[in-house]
């Protein structure tokens, strides 16, 4: 096992538990991938992921590995799971109950949203029942979506129906605020509503209908979490432990990973948890590759690791979008008001007045000057000192990239004074929006994408690997089932998705794809 993000301790634990005897190797310090922790002067952040939907899945992941997850974690359900507010100064929070957040909407922007959002939501709601037995719950090919079609075809154009997320929430929605609500769904695959298909209405509707959840202690205690489970299996996990090349024998097969030290692992199957890119571009670069179907995989010039080069899977990750990265602020704030504004809540959306300029922007390679900030005010005593408040902060970004050209186009992040001029940027911004805290700051930290790259190995700091900017780019994305024998991808650049309920799910089918023992 190459990495121990959660989807690489998800498929460790399941794979243990069905019997394998499972190493997994790890770059950094700690295990979690992408759930990051941070920690000093008596302030705890969770530096990644904030919020959990579908907790059913870990609940499964954990009974099938041993007992239940209540046991290993709390979670606590946020009612509301979030509050928006928008450049006029209009808000709404989302409330678990939908009548109530119907009812809401009629309120806080005009009678009829509510009944609009109802037939938003019946649409989002079929295309759910659609997607989680067909695409989500195995693998996906090219040859098996051609299938879908001939033997489902309503099904399938009902999921894609030719729009965009945009274009659907324009047919249902007429009040700009509540499209632009739906429209961030699409940042959740890093992705642009411009263009990402409409079936990511699927993940609002998963939102309201399995609700958002927070773990007391920050979320990181889900990969530790996972991570005793895997070890309770017998799986053996070894920190600060790079891998440099995933090997292959004469006839193309895995046999095991070469490690920075110089050391080798033999391996009859190996599951990358790292991304796709970088596995194609980088891990496998040196091996000989067995083509695989009609168009293969080809190999590009040796010293050109990266999605540009290497690798190309026969999904066309070469040709891939890469997907948004993210600026972080970790804010650690001293005694303010004991309540908070009304229209705040542990999660807050702060709307931009140009939804657009922002997309134009991040996918533009520009650092967007009026971007959405995404701000998590946990409730939770134990991440601060009496009095304080440890707040983390997010926007949209362009990636990382020193040397911007056609294989990825970004800003260099490592620019002197950059991070630090685009954070008390971000701080007016919130000042501006509401959310004046600059006089309770004791101190912030600014993460960059190129502070996420170093970090997790993710090019360009892209959070998700690839966006979904396309038709079908949301159901094509580089297979569970690598094109080289014995080889497997799990996580969030894989299939199903980005995000911790499909990247453990990606950790499902990939166990179950390797089957027991």
Known sequence: MVGAGVGGLAAAARLAAAGHLVTVCEQAAEVGGKLGWYERDGYSFDTGPSLLTMPEVFEE???????????????????????????????????????????????????????????????????????RDTFLAGPMSPARLARLAGTHPGDITAVTAGRTLRGLARRHISDP???????????????????????????????????????????????????????????VIRLETPVVTIS???????????????????????????????VYGGLLA???????????????????PGPGGGLAVAAGLGRA????????????????????????????????????????????????????????APADPALAPPGGQAWFVLVNAPPHAPRPGPA?????????????????????????????????????????????????????????????????????RPANRSPVPGLFLVGGSTHPGGGLPLVALSARIVAELIGPA
């Open 61 to 131: 992941l954990f009974a099938a590995t041993g007992g239940p997850l209540a046991d290993s974690i709390e979670l606590r359900r946020l009612d509301p799971v979030a509050a928006y507010r928008f450049a006029d100064g209009s808000w709404f929070t989302a409330p678990a109950d939908d009548e109530e957040f119907r009812a809401e909407l009629d309120e806080a922007l005009h009678g009829g949203a509510g009944e609009q959002w109802a037939a938003f939501a019946a649409h989002a709601a079929r295309v759910w029942e659609i997607t």
């Open 248 to 278: 292959q024998d004469n006839g193309g097969r895995v046999d095991g990973v070469v490690l920075a030290d110089g050391g080798r692992l033999p391996a009859d199957v190996v599951v990358a948890n790292a991304d796709a890119a970088v």
């Open 321 to 376: 979008r890469p997907s948004l990265a993210g600026f972080v602020l970790l804010l650690a704030l001293g005694p303010g008001p004991a309540d908070r504004p009304d229209w705040q809540a542990e999660h807050t959306v702060l709307f931009p007045a140009d939804y657009d300029a922002e997309f134009d922007a991040v996918f533009g390679a520009r650092v967007p000057t009026d971007p959405t900030v995404y701000v998590h």
């Open 408 to 476: 990825l186009a970004g800003v260099d992040w490592d620019r002197p004074g950059l991070a630090e001029s685009y954070a008390r940027r971000i701080l007016d911004l919130m000042a501006a929006r509401g959310l004046d805290v600059r006089d309770r700051l004791r101190w912030h930290v600014a993460l960059t994408p190129a502070d996420l790259e170093r970090g997790t190995g993710a090019p360009g700091g892209c959070i998700y690997g690839t966006s979904s900017n396309g038709a079908r780019a949301a159901f094509l």
């Open 286 to 304: 040196d091996g000989p590759v067995r083509p695989a179907g009609r168009r293969g995989i080809r190999l590009a010039r040796p010293g050109r």
């Open 177 to 235: 605020r509540l499209r632009m609500f739906v429209e961030r769904y699409a940042t959740y695959t890093g992705s642009d509503p411009r263009r990402a298909p409409s079936a990511l209405a699927v993940i609002p509707h998963i939102e309201r209908r399995y609700g958002g959840w927070y773990v007391p202690g920050g979320l990181r205690r889900l990969g530790a979490a996972i991570a005793e489970r895997a070890r309770e299996r017998g799986a």
